[in-house]
């Protein structure tokens, strides 16, 4: 929290200042949107060429058009951290033994679901990693830590 804070994103008259140049470059001297003129204002704070109208209109006033803009959780941890993690964990089992995919995906097919809004039932194999939207990684993550506390729980009367 304490680098989301110091480092966030300010719209101020530096960062419109390099945003317009850089569009100066492209749509007026003909440069090519990678070129290296144009890397060279944008790259540094990873801006892109793209006016805001928000940041047109209000900045006159103090407005900040970084602090309208949420953190997108679904993106960030489910389609990010978790689905990379989920396909190293599937990578492990697959170079201990081939089979284990097998019984991962067993064991994902008999959760069942739960709740209106929360886990669905799985109905493809989930080692093979096809068509796997957020939603399903997302199930992927619930079920995975359902089966974890679980199984610690079973371990205790065991």
Aim: charged share 30%.
């Amino acid at each position: 929290m304490q680098q989301r804070r110091t480092l966030a994103r300010v719209d101020n008259a530096q960062r419109r200042a390099h945003i317009s140049s850089a569009r100066k470059l492209i749509y007026q001297d003909e440069y090519a949107v990678n070129s290296e003129a144009v890397e060279k204002i944008l790259k540094a704070e990873s801006l892109v060429p793209t006016d805001n109208a928000f940041s047109k209109k209000l900045s006159p006033f103090g407005f900040n058009v970084f602090d309208m803009l949420l953190v997108d959780l679904m993106h960030e941890i489910e389609l990010g951290v978790w689905k990379d993690l989920f396909i190293h964990l599937i990578r492990l089992l697959d170079a201990v033994d081939k089979t284990l995919k097998f019984e991962l995906d067993r064991r994902y097919r008999e959760m069942p679901p739960f709740g209106t809004n929360g886990i669905r039932r799985t109905t493809s194999n989930r080692s093979e990693l096809k068509k796997m939207t957020a939603n399903a990684y997302e199930d992927a993550l619930l079920v995975c830590s359902t089966l974890i506390l679980f199984y610690s729980l079973l371990r205790q009367f065991i």
